[in-house]
């Protein structure tokens, strides 16, 4: 019989990664859980236990009496749960037979195979979480460093989830006296209410604009920053990506050319977490192998977030590190005067005035203030937020797009007031604003968003 798949099925997945290790656990959520893992628990009785107990005894094959593993078996009751439901976690040993022998157990006793990221899901639906919280579970998964794990757990602690929530409220209010205006015009004036509106959005609006000053540093942590090592051939870029990766990633000789392809390594730099690329050499070439290279030096170009120029400080500028200078000026970047160690023919104050930028001279080879370039990229991005114990960032698109959007409803209720449009119609943006709101946490979220948005989860989270 085809089982059909429901929000109330008792369902079952491995929570670890699949392979060898100390332990594996298989998690079930439902109300059937307890009495599925008890027929084939041999040990005490599951259904009689405490909550939130951790149980001895042996996963048995109920048809042949075969011993599949010792365990220990935490079990969890409704509510006080991460789905709200009953929980039960099977801890075996870790590995991948046995703990595949348990899933199908599992599945063939009454539970089903959970979908990904329907645990978390579950979660929401229920009431224990938001959508900002539930994806900071995924951002906690998937964190690279300290600060973005920090981040993501202010997340799930519900910090943007209530700030939120009082913009919500503060625009609820508004309507509540537009609706009173509407129903009992005697009591009130349009021009009262039309002003009230206005100053609600403006007051939206600047918290809102607040929120999306932290998007560039929230989604470099979440993601990534794209970073583009360039510079002229044999100038120090596989040197330099070296030391950050803190291994010989790329080849280093004193061939300029060596680096025929873009090389890309993700990084901590004093928790700023970059995926570099080492890019080949940018010049003019006649080798077609070499010229490939260069074309994807300049794609990596446009596509990154930060640069890091690499500059001979050993020679003066030569045409060629000048179009670099130019093609990178409305770049986030960091500018290196590498080889210092054979001389310093360029002028590093001189250059920082010229260029607008951040000028660090080094010598790669003598790992000469290498850390100075650390705190540099440091600082470009997280100047004023790094250090702030309160600070809630906005960390994906979908929130950036959607604070953007409820934005632009607001600037749309001003425009409409200024021009005296009736309090009636300037309601509809306003009211637009708070459901764009609510599409941040799920309050007022399409059931596809919510399907797109767990499908990107793992299987057992």
């Given at each position: 019989?085809?089982?059909?798949?429901?929000?109330?099925?008792?369902?079952?997945?491995?929570?670890?990664?699949?392979?060898?290790?100390?332990?594996?656990?298989?998690?079930?959520?439902?109300?059937?859980?307890?009495?599925?893992?008890?027929?084939?628990?041999?040990?005490?009785?599951?259904?009689?236990?405490?909550?939130?107990?951790?149980?001895?005894?042996?996963?048995?094959?109920?048809?042949?009496?075969?011993?599949?593993?010792?365990?220990?078996?935490?079990?969890?009751?409704?509510?006080?749960?991460?789905?709200?439901?009953?929980?039960?976690?099977?801890?075996?040993?870790?590995?991948?037979?046995?703990?595949?022998?348990?899933?199908?157990?599992?599945?063939?006793?009454?539970?089903?195979?959970?979908?990904?990221?329907?645990?978390?899901?579950?979660?929401?639906?229920?009431?224990?979480?938001?959508?900002?919280?539930?994806?900071?579970?995924?951002?906690?998964?998937?964190?690279?460093?300290?600060?973005?794990?920090?981040?993501?757990?202010?997340?799930?602690?519900?910090?943007?989830?209530?700030?939120?929530?009082?913009?919500?409220?503060?625009?609820?209010?508004?309507?509540?006296?537009?609706?009173?205006?509407?129903?009992?015009?005697?009591?009130?004036?349009?021009?009262?209410?039309?002003?009230?509106?206005?100053?609600?959005?403006?007051?939206?609006?600047?918290?809102?604009?607040?929120?999306?000053?932290?998007?560039?540093?929230?989604?470099?942590?979440?993601?990534?920053?794209?970073?583009?090592?360039?510079?002229?051939?044999?100038?120090?870029?596989?040197?330099?990506?070296?030391?950050?990766?803190?291994?010989?990633?790329?080849?280093?000789?004193?061939?300029?050319?060596?680096?025929?392809?873009?090389?890309?390594?993700?990084?901590?730099?004093?928790?700023?977490?970059?995926?570099?690329?080492?890019?080949?050499?940018?010049?003019?070439?006649?080798?077609?192998?070499?010229?490939?290279?260069?074309?994807?030096?300049?794609?990596?170009?446009?596509?990154?977030?930060?640069?890091l120029l690499l500059l001979d400080?050993?020679?003066?500028?030569?045409?060629?590190?000048?179009?670099?200078?130019?093609?990178?000026?409305?770049?986030?970047?960091?500018?290196?005067?590498?080889?210092?160690?054979?001389?310093?023919?360029?002028?590093?104050?001189?250059?920082?005035?010229?260029?607008?930028?951040?000028?660090?001279?080094?010598?790669?080879?003598?790992?000469?203030?290498?850390?100075?370039?650390?705190?540099?990229?440091?600082q470009l991005f997280f100047n004023?937020?790094?250090?702030?114990?309160?600070?809630?960032?906005?960390?994906?698109?979908?929130?950036?797009?959607?604070?953007?959007?409820?934005?632009?409803?607001?600037?749309?209720?001003?425009?409409?007031?200024?021009?005296?449009?009736?309090?009636?119609?300037?309601?509809?943006?306003?009211?637009?604003?708070?459901?764009?709101?609510?599409?941040?946490?799920?309050?007022?979220?399409?059931?596809?968003?919510?399907?797109?948005?767990?499908?990107?989860?793992?299987?057992?989270?």
């Open positions: 019989m085809v089982q059909t798949l429901t929000e109330f099925d008792t369902i079952a997945a491995i929570s670890t990664p699949i392979g060898e290790g100390g332990i594996s656990i298989v998690r079930l959520s439902g109300e059937a859980a307890v009495p599925i893992v008890n027929q084939i628990f041999k040990g005490k009785n599951l259904t009689k236990v405490p909550s939130h107990t951790i149980n001895y005894g042996h996963i048995i094959d109920p048809e042949t009496k075969q011993v599949i593993d010792e365990v220990m078996v935490s079990v969890m009751r409704a509510p006080k749960t991460f789905t709200r439901e009953d929980i039960v976690e099977i801890n075996c040993h870790g590995g991948i037979v046995v703990t595949n022998r348990i899933l199908q157990l599992l599945l063939g006793h009454g539970a089903r195979m959970a979908d990904a990221g329907e645990f978390t899901k579950r979660a929401f639906m229920n009431g224990r979480i938001d959508l900002t919280q539930a994806e900071s579970v995924m951002d906690i998964v998937r964190a690279k460093t300290d600060k973005a794990r920090e981040v993501a757990e202010k997340q799930l602690e519900g910090g943007l989830l209530t700030k939120i929530q009082a913009m919500r409220q503060e625009i609820l209010d508004t309507l509540a006296n537009v609706e009173v205006n509407i129903d009992y015009p005697e009591y009130d004036a349009d021009t009262i209410t039309a002003k009230q509106m206005a100053g609600v959005s403006k007051s939206v609006i600047a918290k809102i604009e607040r929120l999306l000053t932290t998007a560039s540093e929230g989604t470099a942590l979440r993601n990534g920053l794209a970073t583009a090592i360039i510079g002229q051939p044999n100038v120090g870029k596989s040197s330099l990506l070296n030391y950050l990766t803190k291994s010989d990633k790329a080849i280093v000789t004193d061939v300029a050319g060596t680096t025929r392809d873009t090389l890309e390594e993700y990084v901590s730099v004093k928790g700023v977490p970059l995926k570099l690329i080492d890019t080949a050499g940018i010049r003019q070439t006649d080798n077609k192998v070499e010229k490939i290279g260069v074309e994807r030096s300049k794609k990596a170009l446009d596509q990154a977030d930060l640069v400080a050993s020679h003066d500028l030569t045409p060629a590190d000048q179009e670099l200078i130019a093609a990178t000026a409305n770049k986030k970047r960091i500018i290196i005067l590498n080889k210092t160690d054979l001389g310093q023919q360029l002028n590093k104050e001189e250059l920082e005035t010229t260029t607008a930028s951040e000028v660090i001279a080094t010598s790669i080879l003598q790992e000469q203030n290498l850390t100075q370039l650390e705190d540099a990229i440091k004023g937020i790094e250090n702030s114990n309160d600070e809630v960032l906005v960390t994906n698109q979908r929130q950036v797009g959607l604070l953007q959007k409820a934005k632009k409803q607001l600037e749309d209720v001003i425009i409409a007031v200024n021009d005296e449009v009736p309090v009636d119609i300037v309601q509809i943006d306003l009211n637009g604003a708070w459901d764009t709101l609510g599409e941040i946490t799920g309050e007022s979220s399409p059931d596809e968003l919510v399907n797109e948005l767990f499908s990107q989860f793992c299987l057992g989270k």
